[in-house]
Nanobody
Framework: QVQMVESGGGSVQPGGSLRLSCAAS????????MGWYRQAPGKRRELVAA???????NYADFVKGRFTISRDIAKNTASLQMNSLKPEDTAVYFC??????????WGQGTQVTVSS
């Protein structure tokens, strides 16, 4: 059974940085895709960033140039470096992973709060 464990997050002032980490354990596969969605109060969950096994990345327009996703394919881990954070980045961030045969796996979510 695959378990997703997230770490990182917290509170930071505008312009600050945070790093999120995610690990997918218990899978016999290397994950095809790992990434993050986020959900702010009263809003829909939205894709933030994702990376596939080939290193191809997909970033939401609102984080381009500020966030960077990276992965360790062999370890099924991923990190999201978030720089130049804005108050509108405040949300719960959910890590996810996709393997070749199973439905998407989700992390438990971690709160990111950007406030002065």
């Amino acid at each position: 059974q695959v378990q997703m464990v997230e770490s990182g997050g917290g509170s930071v002032q505008p312009g600050g940085s945070l790093r999120l980490s995610c690990a997918a354990s218990g899978s016999m596969f290397s994950m095809n895709v790992m990434g993050w969605y986020r959900q702010a109060p009263g809003k829909r969950r939205e894709l933030v960033a994702a990376q596939d096994r080939g290193g191809n990345t997909n970033y939401a327009d609102f984080v381009k140039g500020r966030f960077t996703i990276s992965r360790d394919i062999a370890k099924n881990t991923a990190s999201l470096q978030m720089n130049s954070l804005k108050p509108e980045d405040t949300a719960v961030y959910f890590c996810y992973a996709e393997d070749p045969i199973n439905p998407r796996f989700w992390g438990q979510g971690t709160q990111v709060t950007v406030s002065s």
